[in-house]
């Protein structure tokens, strides 16, 4: 059937790649990621787009007000063409940029499906029972499912970005921070956590803690 709406058209190939490596520059980010989206609408690219400029910057007022047009006028088929990896980004950006309730409710879903890729991770790093600190140093990556793979640890940031995002949100209740703060004091050098030596096997130091 044809369309008149333009970001209702198909973009032309097939997807055949996954721009898992983000690039520095933020416009040829948005060119390589495209190729995951051949043969979806024009609106799942637009819609990465803004994705993308907003974990940048997410004070950029063009692109917030572009994420939510685009997410309310489209909804129906983002909802049918993403995957659980672009869903998932989608709750990102609504963490990053949603009102207090929408930005809660949007971090349990993060936390929760994250959680089921870091505990795919886990099986992946282990050797006859116990975590392989040897393994945690490379770049193992398996598919797990909705178009996500186990989280990269070495030099992935996703751990890091959802546990910073985690304390944004709970900054803005100081009960619930001073809890938390304190929940936090105590997991860090605690040895039963097994999120420390997944964090620690980072090469980016900034990112060798869990709880920040």
Same mark, same amino acid.
């Given at each position: 059937?044809?369309?008149?709406?333009?970001? !209702?058209?198909?973009?032309?190939?097939?997807?055949?790649?996954?721009? !898992?490596?983000?690039?520095?520059?933020? *416009?040829?980010?948005?060119?390589?990621?495209?190729? *995951?989206?051949?043969? =979806?609408?024009?609106?799942? #690219? =637009?819609?990465?787009? #803004?994705?993308? #400029?907003?974990?940048?910057?997410?004070?950029?007022?063009?692109?917030?007000?572009?994420?939510?047009?685009?997410?309310?006028?489209?909804?129906?088929?983002?909802?049918? *063409? @993403?995957?659980?990896?672009?869903?998932?980004?989608?709750?990102?950006?609504?963490?990053?940029?949603?009102?207090?309730?929408?930005?809660?409710?949007?971090?349990?879903?993060? /936390?929760?499906?994250?959680?089921?890729?870091?505990?795919?991770?886990?099986?992946?790093?282990?050797?006859?029972?116990?975590?392989?600190?040897? &393994?945690?140093?490379?770049?193992?990556?398996?598919? %797990?499912?909705?178009? +996500?793979?186990?989280?990269?640890?070495? %030099?992935?940031?996703?751990?890091?970005?959802? +546990?910073? &995002? !985690?304390?944004?949100?709970?900054?803005? $209740?100081?009960?619930?921070?001073?809890?938390?703060?304190?929940? =936090? $004091?105590?997991? &860090?050098? $605690?040895? /039963?956590?097994?999120?420390?030596?997944?964090?620690?096997?980072? &090469?980016?130091?900034?990112?060798? =803690? @869990? @709880? /920040?």
């Amino acid at each position: 059937m044809q369309t008149s709406d333009p970001l !209702l058209k198909k973009i032309p190939g097939v997807a055949v790649a996954r721009n !898992l490596n983000r690039k520095a520059d933020i *416009e040829d980010n948005v060119v390589e990621v495209r190729k *995951e989206f051949l043969g =979806k609408p024009e609106v799942c #690219h =637009k819609m990465v787009t #803004h994705i993308i #400029h907003l974990r940048r910057d997410p004070q950029n007022w063009e692109h917030r007000q572009g994420f939510w047009d685009t997410w309310n006028g489209y909804k129906k088929t983002l909802l049918k *063409e @993403f995957d659980v990896r672009w869903l998932l980004s989608v709750c990102d950006t609504i963490v990053d940029i949603g009102n207090n309730v929408q930005s809660a409710v949007a971090m349990n879903i993060v /936390q929760c499906i994250n959680g089921t890729n870091v505990h795919h991770t886990i099986c992946v790093n282990v050797v006859n029972g116990n975590l392989d600190t040897n &393994r945690l140093s490379q770049e193992i990556k398996t598919p %797990t499912w909705g178009g +996500m793979q186990t989280a990269d640890i070495p %030099t992935g940031d996703m751990i890091y970005n959802m +546990m910073c &995002r !985690l304390d944004g949100v709970i900054q803005l $209740d100081p009960m619930l921070n001073e809890i938390w703060c304190e929940i =936090k $004091d105590r997991g &860090r050098s $605690d040895k /039963q956590v097994l999120m420390n030596y997944f964090c620690g096997a980072s &090469r980016f130091k900034h990112q060798r =803690k @869990f @709880f /920040q």
